[in-house]
């Protein structure tokens, strides 16, 4: 069994309800992501005016919340970046072997996550299409924007089969933290 995808009833209540609220989280910033543009008149792109439902929609994202930005990045940025895999051992991951900087034990159940110096922990990227956690530290340049280290549950073989890519396509989802500046 891929241990990516545990099936639900294999699950705990704990570990579902968990799943859900993530998973629920991460659909609600999506939808939020519209924001309207300084100067927009309300007219659409060839100058017409625009439906009822459309003029309530770009009402609506006008009052959407301001996006927060850290180190340079702001949430709904698209930005190309370099991955690399790391394992649950002690050969990838060092004195930290079982557990993220951040305290999340590496098992099939931690969820994909992801090594970063760059963004605060609980900040959610997308790698092209795959949701991830920024719950991990580390070395290897880590520390500049746009490079990534994948946790690989499959362990050490796996993470060096998937080697190293670079131009992988990074969606800043959600930055965390309460005091944010660049």
């Given at each position: 069994m891929d241990s990516w995808n545990l099936k639900w009833r294999d699950l705990g209540k704990k570990e579902r309800a968990v799943r859900v609220a993530g998973i629920t989280w991460v659909l609600l910033l999506f939808l939020a992501g519209g924001v309207r543009l300084p100067g927009d008149s309300g007219y659409g792109p060839t100058g017409t005016q625009l439906t009822e439902t459309e003029a309530a929609r770009t009402s609506a994202a006008s009052t959407a919340p301001a996006r927060r930005s850290y180190n340079g990045v702001t949430e709904g940025?698209?930005?190309?970046?370099?991955?690399?895999?790391?394992?649950?051992?002690?050969?990838?991951?060092?004195?930290?072997?079982?557990?993220?900087?951040?305290?999340?034990?590496?098992?099939?159940?931690?969820?994909?996550?992801?090594?970063?110096?760059?963004?605060?922990?609980?900040?959610?990227?997308?790698?092209?299409?795959?949701?991830?956690?920024?719950?991990?530290?580390?070395?290897?340049?880590?520390?500049?924007?746009?490079?990534?280290?994948?946790?690989?549950p499959a362990g050490h073989e796996a993470a060096l089969a998937r080697g190293r890519v670079k131009g992988a396509r990074i969606e800043i989802i959600y930055i965390a933290g309460k005091e944010l500046s660049e």
């Open positions: 940025d698209i930005i190309t970046g370099e991955l690399t895999f790391y394992c649950r051992d002690a050969c990838c991951n060092g004195s930290w072997a079982g557990t993220t900087a951040d305290g999340t034990v590496l098992d099939d159940t931690a969820g994909p996550i992801a090594s970063a110096n760059w963004l605060p922990f609980g900040s959610v990227v997308a790698v092209d299409g795959v949701v991830y956690r920024i719950a991990d530290r580390g070395g290897s340049g880590l520390d500049r924007v746009g490079r990534l280290d994948i946790y690989e």
